[in-house]
């Protein structure tokens, strides 16, 4: 949204976000490729990925490169240039926001960012998040 393109993904083919994920290989965790194979239509939309190294957000921000990965809480995180985009949730239902203000100082477009995601509610969603897991997945969800 801070470039100009929808919270949703790939609603609009003018949407900034994929002209700068087509731009350049796409760090990523392995382990998510199929997952964001998928849900990104990476292939239709000619996005491509790149295995990343551990710490993919230092990268991005010393290196200017792009990535996508999830954190702790869940949440999903893509990072490029200029931009760091805390998104709907791909894992989580809710979305998340946590920038510190190093991050802020580095990059003055995640205050804005931050400021068109704030949160409208302080509902927690989690109870009702893992009951829809234990459906999927029974006996397997730690």
Partial sequence: TALGG????????????LALL???????????????????????LG?????????????CAE??????Y???SGSTVACMPELCVVGEEIITSETIVAVNQERLNHNAAIGRLVECLAPVTDSD??????????????????
């Fill in 6 to 17: 929808g919270q949703r993904w790939a609603t609009d083919a003018s949407d900034p976000k």
């Fill in 125 to 142: 969603h989690t109870p009702a998040w893992r009951a829809k897991l234990r459906e999927k997945l029974g006996a397997r969800l730690v």
């Fill in 47 to 59: 996005i491509t990925f790149e295995v990343g190294p551990k710490d993919i957000e230092k990268v």
């Fill in 63 to 68: 290196q200017g490169r792009i990535g996508i």
């Fill in 22 to 44: 087509r731009g350049q290989p796409v760090l990523i965790d392995p382990q998510y490729e199929e997952l964001y194979t998928c849900i990104l239509d990476a292939r239709a």
């Fill in 70 to 72: 999830i954190v702790r």
